[in-house]
């Protein structure tokens, strides 16, 4: 930004101080805790001066997005001022997505973009989560009362929904929605956007899809139009979320969210072509979104575009750097990449970068022997590439905080390196404590089909999650027939091998807490149900078993008056 222009902003947006003809009523700033994200010095004391004047209270700053949503994991805010460019790969958008992501705004917070550049108006207004306002610099304090107050009063309804949403009770936020939905108050149309996207958030998709049918009627309002296109897609009905996805994005191209639905559709009915052509063309029009160069990379290695994956591993590398999602396995898959394209100089550097960023780091050490391996083996060092491989395996079981990902790229490995013992036991693991997880048991046929083994991957896909519904549904059957101890004492040894299993938990809950309602309060079983369920909504709070398991525990502990034990 220019010097005029900062200057031009700092005059106008301070020019409310030489007045103070402000309404004499109750002032709504007073109590609110307002974040300034500005990397700008002489704005942030501009835009606090303003805030001040108008009765603010409690001011706090931050110069880019990383420290940004450092404040917000500190402190609860009720207005979050942002400018659109905060230097580097990061923008506004970039720290209300992250910010949402992690459930760092509660839903009655106002999250307003500031921008001196016109050319950011069609992005943010399309964005995939709208802010509440966009302001143009330079602007007055009374546009930037005016503009205030509108929103901090529709956010203000949502107050209702707060504490739900923190603590992901999203069934009984959606409870909330529907009063004030049939109550038909002013901000209907709100809390019907709301309830459509907590709905798909769950799994509820024949909701979302009956509400989104409601808002098309009253009006074609483009989130509806989106909503419905993944109610659809969700539902499987191709064709017509197809058609939907593609209007949205004639309409506007900016929906960037459309094309990650294109490609996914696309890429299900396998036109790795036109999947990887759509993400090529988002990527190009939205360039800072990490995942969406990961998938970008993922289809092209499908579709057999080595040169345009490593491009798009590359990115996803330099822009996760200095993001939260920063992981080992950016540089793994680009290091696999490079090797694929010829280039063993470049992977070592890769290899060189991982071990010095992750350095005294568990995961990342190891996810770097697992690299090495590859090196060495691409490099014919046989001997060197086994030692390095056997050696990740025997760690493996004392890293607890490995991802999915960096589970599969060992499997990978072991599986190119005619390892297949090794790579048979983690993938078995893997199955069966996901043996619910489609999207996951889809990925991993996909990567036994890259390494020749596609037969014999989905035999050992199809035998684990038959063997696991199996012993799964005897416990369920022993639980409805009454016989809760036998059903819990199941699915606790079951558990004993597959302690990541989601389902097995809830299962588990569910057992106990129909054993306390039928033979009374026990200690022991409570205490493990309730750290199962604090455990699962860490892994999966949007599942929609555990939403409903959280309202029966929370009627339960209610019943017996044993508050320490709500979650």
């Avoid at 720290?95 to 106002?110: F, M, T, W, Y």
């Avoid at 907590?198 to 509806?224: F, H, M, T």
């Avoid at 990527?283 to 990490?290: G, N």
């Avoid at 607890?400 to 490995?413: G, Q």
Wanted: with cysteine; aromatic share 6%; charged share 25%.
């Amino acid at each position: 930004m220019s010097e005029l222009s900062q200057s031009s902003t700092f005059n106008a947006i301070t020019s409310v101080q030489k007045s103070k003809n402000h309404k004499e009523y109750n002032n709504p700033y007073a109590k609110k805790h307002f974040l300034i994200v500005d990397s700008v010095p002489e704005m942030q004391r501009a835009m606090a001066m303003t805030l001040t004047s108008f009765g603010a209270e409690k001011v706090e700053y931050a110069s880019k997005a990383s420290d940004a949503l450092v404040k917000l994991m500190r402190y609860e805010f009720d207005v979050v001022l942002c400018d659109f460019d905060l230097g580097g790969s990061s923008d506004g958008l970039y720290l209300l997505e992250e910010a949402k992501e992690r459930n760092l705004l509660k839903q009655s917070c106002v999250f307003m973009i500031v921008s001196g550049e016109r050319r950011a108006a069609k992005v943010i207004s399309a964005a995939e989560l709208v802010p509440d306002d966009y302001l143009l610099k330079p602007f007055t304090g009374e546009i930037l009362s005016e503009r205030l107050e509108r929103a901090m009063r529709r956010r203000d309804a949502f107050r209702i929904v707060d504490e739900a949403l923190m603590n992901h009770e999203y069934l009984s936020a959606i409870d909330a929605c529907s009063k004030k939905i049939g109550e038909r108050s002013e901000f209907a149309l709100d809390f019907m956007k709301l309830k459509g996207s907590l709905s798909l958030k769950i799994g509820d998709y024949d909701s979302a899809r009956n509400l989104y049918e409601q808002v098309l009627k009253i009006r074609e309002l483009p989130w509806a139009k989106m909503g419905m296109a993944k109610s659809l897609a969700s539902l499987k009905q191709v064709e017509p979320a197809l058609a939907l996805f593609q209007q949205v994005v004639i309409e506007n191209d900016r929906v960037m969210e459309a094309y990650d639905w294109l490609a996914k559709l696309y890429q299900d009915n396998h036109d790795l072509s036109k999947a990887q052509a759509t993400l090529k063309r988002a990527t190009e029009l939205s360039p800072a979104t990490i995942r969406r160069h990961k998938a970008l990379a993922e289809v092209a290695i499908a579709n057999g575009d080595v040169a345009q994956a490593q491009t798009a591993y590359a990115t996803t590398l330099e822009l996760s750097k200095a993001s939260w999602h920063r992981n080992p396995t950016h540089y793994a898959a680009l290091a696999r990449t490079q090797l694929a394209a010829g280039g063993s100089g470049e992977a070592a550097k890769t290899l060189g970068a991982l071990r010095r960023d992750y350095k005294h780091k568990p995961e990342g050490e190891w996810m770097a022997d697992v690299v090495d391996s590859q090196i060495q083996k691409h490099n014919g060092n046989a001997a060197q590439a086994d030692k390095l491989l056997r050696s990740a395996a025997e760690r493996l079981p004392q890293l607890e905080k490995l991802s999915i990902d960096e589970k599969m790229e060992f499997i990978r490995t072991c599986y190119t390196q005619s390892k297949k013992d090794l790579g048979d036991k983690v993938a078995r693991d893997l199955v069966r404590n996901n043996h619910d997880n489609e999207a996951l048991l889809q990925k991993m046929s996909v990567l036994f089909d890259q390494v020749g083994l596609g037969d014999a991957g989905r035999d050992l896909i199809a035998s684990n999650v038959e063997g696991l519904a199996n012993l799964n549904n005897n416990a369920v059957r022993e639980a409805q027939a009454g016989a809760h101890e036998r059903a819990i004492a199941m699915f606790n040894q079951a558990l004993e091998e597959m302690p990541d299993n989601l389902q097995l938990m809830l299962n588990l809950v569910n057992a106990i807490i129909a054993e306390v309602h039928m033979q009374g309060w026990h200690e022991t079983h409570i205490r493990q149900a309730y750290d199962y369920l604090q455990r699962a909504r860490e892994m999966s709070p949007a599942n929609n078993k555990l939403q409903k398991l959280m309202q029966a525990w929370r009627t339960l502990i209610e019943q017996h008056g044993k508050r320490e034990f709500l979650l």
